[in-house]
């Protein structure tokens, strides 16, 4: 079955970098787009990130654009979300979400999150 595992959350200060991971498997990795998520305390879910199968096709909410890099290792099933310059407002649950051959926005799998916190 489909699995998606991330991790690399934790705790960093405003301006600080972390980069989170994830790990899939149970279907053919490269032909599906993969997206990130977020959800903070009492907030709606926010896209963050999607990418195509072969990588070349990028996307990246206004929020976060210019600051986090999505990429992904075909070889390796591993999807990856590079977080530079880190703001209090990017806490958030971070999720990993499987979408179809299309876009990753239709989703029919998630990983179970990590958690990112800012804090100074």
């Known amino acids: 079955q489909v699995q998606l595992v991330e991790s690399g959350g934790g705790l960093a200060q405003p301006g600080e970098s972390l980069r989170l991971s994830c790990v899939a498997s149970g279907f053919a990795f490269k032909d599906y787009y993969l997206g990130w998520t977020r959800q903070a305390p009492g907030e709606g879910l926010e896209w963050v990130s999607g990418i195509s199968g072969d990588g070349r096709n990028v996307w990246y909410a206004d929020s976060v654009k210019g600051r986090f890099t999505v990429s992904r290792d075909n070889a390796q099933n591993m999807v990856y979300l590079q977080m530079n310059s880190l703001e209090l407002a990017d806490a958030a649950l971070y999720h990993c979400?499987?979408?179809?051959?299309?876009?990753?926005?239709?989703?029919?799998?998630w990983g179970p999150g990590t958690q990112v916190r800012v804090s100074s």
């Open positions: 979400a499987k979408g179809n051959r299309y876009t990753y926005r239709e989703v029919d799998s």
